[in-house]
């Protein structure tokens, strides 16, 4: 049997419980049809890049398969009648990888540390440089700039 990645994207509007029955739904078609189902992970909703049937986000899950072709096909056959499933795409892989996925292992930002004496040093308040230096070579003020005559004035 072969090995694939699948990922589908369903609707903005259903529930998890919701997705998490799609996810059970092709489950069984997959192992109805001589195929066994490893890691499965719900990645969440998370926003498009563009509208989908007039959908701004969707919920995205994966599903690692070992099965045939045939029960791939029919699975993707019932995801193309579903309402609920916007996109999916499934991709053959020589070897399914061991823990989370890419996905998955995406760090908060709330995990990172503070900022101060990172890369850039530490934050500044606006306006903490003190007055500006006065400019060199110019005229400091209006008033000692030269008037040219305009000629409505002449």
């Known amino acids: ?15 998890a419980q919701q997705v998490d029955a799609l996810v059970e739904q092709y489950k069984g078609v997959i192992e109805a049809n001589g195929g066994k189902v490893g890691r499965i992970e719900n990645w969440g909703l998370k926003s498009l890049t563009y509208r989908i049937k007039k959908n701004r986000k969707a919920h995205y899950a994966l599903m690692d398969i070992d099965a045939p072709a045939a ?6 056959r019932q995801m193309r ?47 903490d440089r003190g007055p500006r230096p006065p400019r060199e070579g110019g005229f400091g003020d209006r008033e000692d700039r030269p008037r040219r005559p305009r000629e409505d004035r002449v």
């Open 81 to 127: 009648i579903s309402e609920d499933v916007l996109r999916y795409m499934t991709i053959a892989v020589e070897k399914h990888e061991e823990g989370p996925s890419a996905m998955m292992q995406k760090r908060d930002r709330d995990d990172r540390g503070p900022r101060e004496g990172g890369d850039r040093g530490p934050r500044r308040e606006f306006g």
């Open 1 to 15: 049997m072969a090995l694939y990645e699948h990922v589908f994207l369903a609707r903005q509007d259903i529930s």
């Open 71 to 76: 029960a791939v096909q029919e699975m993707e």
